[in-house]
């Protein structure tokens, strides 16, 4: 914009109107930032933070209750600027919702106004994993928990049903629609006759616009317990011919602890730790046998082996075949 600046002077000496052409005057930039077209408080949107990148204009930042949220910035040297928004969530205040750069030419001539609006599109793709004894992590494949599907509710009202556990190898699923924002999360895992195995909720869950890769950490349902039937072989041959009399072992759980120690007469296999058996059932998760020996009728050792990984899946007994050398 130009000013005119007309100084009239009305001297009697020097009657004149003098009229000179001022020097620019940079244009104010305003900003109408929406979500997906909706105002912030529709989008839980609780405030923005608006930035020009490789300029010297500092960051701006604005909170909103409602509606659209406006943004004045004054007297900007026109050129072009690339601008960069920043929405805040508004459960979580330091997650940032949207984000999104924008391309803007600033000219001389009036005030300018920007409509920008951050559009959700997102991409969640979610892993699953399988409780282990005593802690959510290392945790048990779909295929080992004995997981099908899966039934996934966002919010309390976003429905995922019947989504498979492994898709194209991978123990995940891609779940469309989810805005963004923090979300509340809850999952239920079924075998496949239908049976609920594990389920697990997640509070406060971060989404943001673009891709997102969450992991989730099922937990065994309580009345659902885990099994396993452990047999033997020794350099391929079975008990007699091996002339194993005996077997012990020690069995820990995915945090090293013991969860026992056993023997058993080699003919005594498979030895079962059975998921219905109050007594023997095993939380659901990874195990292992950090030692398993074979031995003599005069109780010389013959075979061993050690750090056997195992697993427990709900709702079963998983066959092992453990081979001593």
Same mark, same amino acid.
């Given at each position: 914009?130009?000013?005119?600046?007309?100084?009239?002077?009305?001297?009697?000496?020097?009657?004149?109107?003098?009229?000179?052409?001022?020097?620019?005057?940079?244009?104010?930039?305003?900003?109408?930032?929406?979500?997906?077209?909706?105002?912030?408080?529709?989008?839980?949107?609780?405030?923005?933070?608006?930035?020009?990148?490789g300029s010297d204009i500092g960051s701006t930042s604005v909170g909103c209750i409602s509606g659209p949220?406006?943004?004045?910035?004054?007297?900007?040297?026109?050129?072009d600027y690339t601008v960069r928004v920043e929405a805040f969530d508004s459960r979580d205040l330091t997650?940032?919702?949207?984000?999104?750069?924008?391309?803007?030419?600033?000219?001389?001539?009036?005030?300018?106004?920007?409509?920008?609006?951050?559009?959700?599109?997102?991409?969640?793709?979610?892993?699953?994993?399988?409780?282990?004894?005593?802690?959510?992590?290392?945790?048990?494949?779909?295929?080992?928990?004995?997981?099908?599907?899966?039934?996934?509710? *966002?919010?309390?009202?976003? /429905?995922?049903? $019947?989504?498979?556990?492994? !898709?194209? &190898?991978? %123990?995940? +699923? @891609?779940? #469309?629609?989810?805005?963004?924002?923090?979300?509340?999360?809850?999952?239920?895992?079924?075998?496949?006759?239908?049976?609920?195995?594990?389920?697990?909720?997640?509070?406060?869950?971060?989404?943001?616009?673009?891709?997102?890769?969450?992991?989730?950490?099922?937990?065994?349902?309580?009345?659902?317990?885990?099994?396993?039937?452990?047999?033997?072989?020794?350099?391929?041959?079975?008990?007699?011919?091996?002339?194993?009399?005996?077997?012990?072992?020690?069995?820990?759980?995915?945090?090293?602890?013991? *969860?026992?120690?056993?023997? /058993?007469?080699? $003919?005594?296999?498979?030895? !079962?730790? &059975?998921? %219905?058996? +109050? @007594?023997? #059932?095993?939380?659901?998760?990874?195990?292992?046998?950090?030692?398993?020996?074979?031995?003599?009728?005069?109780?010389?050792?013959?075979?061993?082996?050690?750090?056997?990984?195992?697993?427990?899946?709900?709702?079963?007994?998983?066959?092992?075949?453990?081979?001593?050398?």
């Open positions: 914009m130009r000013s005119l600046l007309i100084a009239c002077l009305s001297l009697v000496i020097a009657p004149a109107c003098i009229i000179t052409t001022g020097a620019p005057v940079n244009p104010d930039m305003y900003l109408t930032v929406t979500f997906d077209g909706r105002g912030c408080d529709q989008a839980s949107v609780s405030a923005i933070r608006v930035s020009f990148v949220i406006e943004v004045g910035i004054p007297s900007v040297v026109p050129g997650f940032v919702a949207y984000s999104d750069t924008f391309a803007l030419r600033h000219t001389l001539g009036g005030t300018h106004e920007y409509a920008l609006d951050l559009l959700s599109t997102t991409e969640v793709v979610t892993s699953f994993v399988f409780a282990s004894a005593g802690q959510s992590l290392p945790g048990m494949t779909c295929a080992q928990a004995g997981v099908s599907t899966l039934e996934i509710l *966002v919010d309390g009202t976003q /429905a995922y049903r $019947q989504v498979p556990c492994t !898709t194209n &190898g991978r %123990d995940a +699923a @891609s779940l #469309s629609g989810i805005a963004p924002g923090v979300h509340d999360i809850a999952v239920e895992a079924y075998d496949a006759d239908g049976r609920k195995l594990y389920a697990s909720s997640f509070g406060a869950v971060p989404v943001m616009r673009g891709a997102n890769d969450l992991i989730l950490n099922l937990l065994p349902i309580s009345t659902v317990r885990g099994g396993m039937a452990l047999s033997w072989d020794f350099g391929g041959l079975n008990c007699e011919q091996a002339w194993v009399s005996t077997v012990s072992f020690t069995l820990v759980d995915a945090t090293g602890a013991v *969860v026992g120690s056993y023997n /058993a007469g080699c $003919q005594q296999a498979p030895l !079962t730790f &059975g998921f %219905d058996n +109050a @007594s023997s #059932s095993l939380t659901p998760g990874l195990y292992a046998l950090s030692n398993i020996n074979g031995y003599d009728v005069t109780g010389g050792l013959l075979y061993s082996a050690s750090n056997v990984p195992l697993f427990a899946p709900a709702g079963r007994n998983q066959a092992f075949l453990v081979h001593l050398q």
